[in-house]
């Protein structure tokens, strides 16, 4: 069936460096993708959109990526921060229009 | 800043006892979600409202679950009789529209059957 999933469970890295976050899915009619940061015992809170007549869009710190011919998104953090250490999820809504979430990358920010 | 608030934050119920969690979505948002998200696992829908009409509940399990948004605004969702599988996260998330707009998550229900 459709779904949405992450390659890497757990990201580590030092302060300071650049995080990349991947997802792949799987639904071709998936034409809006949400990333979303949630921290323990929190809900998840919006970070950024992309809508899939683009294949970038940058915010504060962040950027994604999509590239449709492969089905792919990424989340890239510029400077992680200690503060940036969370789980986060991929969302996409397909034809359905509802936010279907994937596993979740956990990461790891060491001072 | 307006926010999604739920209520209550934590619970815990014993099996076969009723469960009720509320939700008020931020104000002018028309749709409304419920998820359900067990630790280590991303949320999954269970129901979703446009207004006061549910437009989706095909993952709600309907022999226990039911929701309700009877004015189109806060939100209801109960469990009834609660079994040990149960516990989990329960979110409730809205957004201005159904199509292609971001939803806004509130800090959930972390439901705990004994």
């Known amino acids: 069936g459709e779904s949405v999933g992450l390659h890497l469970p757990t990201l580590s890295v030092q302060e300071g460096d650049n995080s990349i976050i991947n997802c792949a899915y799987s639904?071709?009619?998936?034409?809006?993708f949400i990333w979303y940061k949630q921290e323990s015992g929190k809900g998840p809170q919006f970070i950024i959109d992309?809508?899939?007549?683009?294949d970038k869009r940058q915010g504060q710190r962040v950027t994604v990526l999509l590239n449709k011919t492969v089905k792919h998104l990424s989340l890239q953090i510029a400077a992680t921060q200690p503060g940036d250490s969370a789980v986060y999820f991929c969302?996409?809504?397909?034809?359905?229009?509802?936010?279907?979430f994937g596993r979740g990358t956990s990461l790891i920010v060491h001072p | 800043e307006a926010e999604v608030a739920q209520s209550p934050r934590y619970k815990i119920t014993e099996k076969s006892q009723a469960v009720a969690f509320w939700c008020d979505p931020i104000?002018?948002?028309?749709?409304l979600y419920w998820y359900r998200q067990i630790l280590g696992q991303g949320p999954e829908l269970l129901v979703q409202?446009?207004?006061?009409?549910?437009?989706?509940d095909s993952q709600l399990p309907k022999d226990r679950f039911s929701a309700e948004r009877l004015k189109g605004v806060d939100s209801t969702l109960k469990i009834q009789p609660a079994e040990l599988g149960d516990s989990a996260m329960y979110l409730c998330?809205?957004?201005?529209?159904?199509?292609?707009?971001?939803?806004?998550f509130g800090q959930g229900t972390r439901l705990t059957v004994v």
């Open positions: 998330a809205s957004s201005l529209g159904s199509v292609n707009t971001e939803a806004f």
């Open positions: 639904n071709s009619a998936s034409d809006y």
């Open positions: 992309i809508r899939s007549n683009m």
């Open positions: 969302a996409e809504t397909g034809g359905s229009y509802i936010p279907t």
């Open positions: 104000s002018g948002h028309a749709t």
């Open positions: 409202f446009q207004d006061e009409s549910v437009v989706d």
